[in-house]
Nanobody, 123 residues
């Protein structure tokens, strides 16, 4: 499965962005997907995940209530809506496809990764 992430950019504090990630194969529809991010100079961290059918979601505490993960299995696309952005959200965001129908925040549970899209939040 190849993943193509897009939607990153420069936004002011309090602004919004919508990240998209397009998958190349139907395998996408049977597996959980997630978003991770890597701030400059820091370790990769979990952001959000959604089960194969969209019925279950999980978020990092730092983004709860501000970010929303969703997916469109028919269109082979996953999304991450980022609202009320803060400077600490600045990072490269990566989409990923899990090995199973639902995964949490452990990156080892993901088998395919996109190339990343940069989100920069100015203060």
């Amino acid at each position: 499965v190849q993943l193509q992430a897009s939607g990153g950019g420069l936004v002011q504090t309090g602004g919004s962005l919508r990240l998209s990630c397009a998958a190349s194969r139907r395998t996408f529809s049977n597996n959980a997907v997630g978003w991770f991010r890597r701030p400059v100079g820091k370790e990769r961290e979990f952001v959000a995940a959604i089960s194969w059918n969209g019925g279950s979601t999980v978020y990092a505490d730092s983004v709860k209530g501000r970010f929303t993960i969703s997916r469109d299995n028919a269109g082979l696309v996953m999304y991450l809506q980022l609202n009320n952005l803060m400077p600490e959200d600045t990072a490269t965001y990566y989409c990923a496809v899990s090995r199973t129908s639902f995964s949490g925040g452990n990156p080892a549970g993901y088998q395919y990764w996109g190339q990343g899209t940069l989100v920069t939040v100015s203060s």
